[in-house]
């Protein structure tokens, strides 16, 4: 099971921004496609208190992050001892 979920939609720029971050540090994740997956959009609003931004990661610590600056993705998968 991954550590990470990320509620991503293809035609976001932010998510495309926070995949890439992860790929180049080699940190497995799991994308559910907001556009695709039954349940994601409300489970997105459900997490940001009402808000329909992405991209959501949701950490193995319970913890989420909404539309996450590159340099604090990293603290955070620093903090996760993630990389």
Do not use: Q
Not at 19 to 36: C, T
């Amino acid at each position: 099971m991954s550590e990470i979920t990320m509620y991503s939609a293809d035609w976001c720029g932010d998510c495309r921004r926070s995949k890439r971050l992860l790929d180049e540090l080699g940190v497995a994740y799991e994308i559910i496609d907001v556009e695709n997956t039954l349940g994601a959009p409300e489970k997105v609003i459900e997490i940001n208190g009402g808000a329909k931004s992405i991209p959501v990661l949701v950490f193995s610590d319970g913890t989420h992050m909404t539309e996450p600056s590159d340099p604090d993705l990293r603290k955070k998968l620093e903090e996760l001892k993630l990389i």
